[in-house]
């Protein structure tokens, strides 16, 4: 099973950039979008059912209560057992979560909200951040597997960022941010990509401004993390970063 997660920073804008096209070439079985922008009523028929004669997709949308802001978003080739969001008003509200499931694995689309300059909204993010780990253990608790696919908005070491001391008061990089990666993965779940690429300089977003990218100036703060009892079915984990469009890459994970 290939999963592949991305914020496409706008779903109608990259749609324009061959969004479809690259989705069915993509041989993913499913695609977890975030910041979508975008709820089902203004989409047209390409991107709610992108298909072609060897491939289809259903497509399942949480879209934020303001227009033409955050929302989530999954693709799937796979027939879904179900669909359901956060079940929390406050993030709900934003579009924040998808989540699908497949059998004994749950699928989750997760936009983490940015924490804004001097920390506006950290305290809204470090609730979502709460939630969305207590949802994650439910769900184990209960017997499924998790993939929880996503922009977290959250470099989590210096390895993870191109100017780690200059960023360390900005939002994304903050203390309490990276503090809550580390509780994270220390209790109970594993960033996969660090499974497999341990090098420095694997970025998933780069600022539109100064050439970023060109130059690699970026941030890794898209992630594919999972419970430690299923790394064993982990097959691959990468950063697609040859994928434009948006100002963040594709990542991916292959599952058996």
């Not at 499931?101 to 001097?118: G, T």
């Not at 009892?229 to 994928?243: C, G, H, K, L, Y």
Request: aromatic share 12%; glycine share 6%.
């Amino acid at each position: 099973m290939k999963i592949i997660s991305w914020n496409v920073n706008g779903i109608r804008a990259i749609q324009k950039k061959g969004f479809t096209q690259w989705l069915l070439s993509s041989n993913a079985d499913v695609v977890c979008i975030q910041e979508t922008k975008a709820s089902r009523d203004n989409l047209d028929e390409e991107l709610l059912s992108p298909h072609n004669e060897n491939v289809s997709y259903n497509s399942y949308f949480s879209s934020a209560q303001k227009a033409g802001y955050s929302g989530t978003a999954i693709y799937s080739k796979i027939a879904v057992d179900k669909i359901e969001n956060l079940g929390d008003e406050q993030f709900d509200d934003e579009g924040r979560v998808t989540i699908a499931y497949f059998s004994n694995l749950a699928v989750i689309s997760a936009y983490f909200p940015n924490s804004q300059d001097h920390g506006k909204r950290l305290q809204y993010k470090l609730d979502f951040c709460n939630a969305i780990y207590k949802k994650c253990c439910e769900l184990e608790k209960q017997g499924f597997n998790i993939v929880l696919c996503g922009d977290y908005n959250i470099a989590h070491k210096a390895i993870d960022i191109a100017n780690p001391k200059a960023n360390e008061k900005n939002a994304g990089y903050l203390p309490e941010e990276r503090a809550w990666m580390d509780f994270f993965t220390e209790n109970g779940y594993t960033d996969t990509f660090r499974m497999f690429n341990k090098e420095p300089k694997q970025y998933t977003w780069w600022s539109y401004r100064m050439r970023a990218r060109e130059k690699n100036i970026g941030w890794r703060i898209d992630y594919l993390c999972v419970n430690n009892s299923f790394t064993q079915n982990v097959v691959n984990s990468a950063i697609m970063s040859d994928v434009q469009g948006s100002d963040h890459c594709p990542v991916s994970i292959e599952l058996k």
